[in-house]
């Protein structure tokens, strides 16, 4: 059961309780790599939490950019932000359809943008379906919201700002990934990519920050799960994995535990791994 955090992680029956709230914005963020062969869209279509709205992960991005759903501008997140009646002064509550996996990205594109009332479903959709909890397949009734932001540029990375830190020990450099790909013992799930990790980083599978049923552990066993990873959370975090989705869980989980000094390398492996100049460590 999640210590509910309206600017972090909720339960079901915070969300339950919450649900009449006229300031109250529920986001579906579901997303799924290719090979697990699910429509998030028509799925939200065909069941989601009552009032909520599809947050595309793919399109709500820098489609600019030649790297999978890097972090959209300020301008084209508040444009999709007011056509969805997202706005200044909501609560957001952002769940995905696989427990805990898509929804901490957008909980932190939303911290990037300087948004904090936004807190991820601790369990998402499969626990709240699991309770019973009510389910609809209408559209929501969306009115436009005005929006600002301030975007938070010290809570993300480019390639050049993680090499730096890498090669000069400046930050924990944290790799969600599974600890398999981590070591290069198995492929990458993106064509071209070189396998290994980024030399000094860690190997801090999601995985282990979550329980059996995609909820979060608590902030104790967080703290356990870090430091027995070699972490020392005294320093600076920088957050990855293969295209920046899972490396946000790490960050979720860090704000968790009060460590409020990370960021998340927005490249992650997709940049990382593509290039032949850019050091790589196996093992």
Same mark, same amino acid.
């Given at each position: ?8 992680? #909720?339960?079901?029956?915070?969300? *339950? ?6 300031? $109250?914005?529920?986001?579906?963020? %579901? ?14 279509? *065909?069941?989601?939490?009552p009032g909520a709205r599809f947050f595309d992960l793919d399109e709500i991005s ?17 444009? @999709? ?36 009332? #936004? ?13 019973? @909890? ?39 450099? $944290? ?7 981590? @070591? ?9 990519? @070189? ?5 000094? %980083? ?19 066993? $967080? ?44 490249? %992650? ?10 050091? #790589?460590?196996?093992?």
């Amino acid at each position: 059961m999640a210590q509910d955090d309206p600017k972090t992680l #909720v339960s079901t029956a915070w969300l *339950a309780s919450h649900l009449g709230d006229p300031d $109250l914005r529920i986001l579906d963020a %579901s997303w799924y790599l290719p090979d697990q062969k699910r429509d998030a869209r028509a799925e939200y279509q *065909a069941g989601h939490i009552p009032g909520a709205r599809f947050f595309d992960l793919d399109e709500i991005s820098d489609q600019r950019s030649n790297l999978p759903h890097m972090a959209p501008p300020p301008e084209k997140f508040i444009s @999709r932000m007011r056509a969805m009646g997202v706005g200044d002064g909501h609560q957001v509550v952002i769940y995905d359809g696989a427990g805990l996996f898509s929804a901490a990205r957008v909980w932190w594109t939303f911290r990037l943008m300087g948004k904090t009332d #936004v807190a991820v479903l601790d369990g998402g959709l499969p626990k709240w379906k699991a309770e019973g @909890r009510e389910i609809e397949d209408m559209p929501p009734v969306v009115r436009d919201r005005h929006m600002t932001v301030s975007r938070q540029n010290q809570l993300v990375k480019d390639v050049t700002q993680v090499a730096h830190a890498a090669k000069l020990g400046e930050a924990e450099i $944290l790799d969600a990934r599974s600890a398999a790909r981590f @070591r290069g013992e198995a492929p990458e799930p993106r064509p071209g990519l @070189r396998s290994g990790h980024i030399p000094g %980083s860690k190997s801090v599978p999601y995985a282990s920050m979550l329980n059996g049923d995609g909820t979060m552990k608590p902030p104790a066993e $967080l703290r356990a799960v870090f430091e027995a990873a070699g972490v020392n959370l005294n320093r600076p975090a920088i957050t990855s994995c293969g295209s920046g989705v899972t490396a946000a869980i790490l960050n979720l989980a860090l704000e968790r535990i009060g460590h409020r000094n990370h960021a998340l390398y927005d490249g %992650s492996w997709a940049e990382w791994g593509m290039y032949d100049d850019l050091p #790589v460590q196996k093992g």
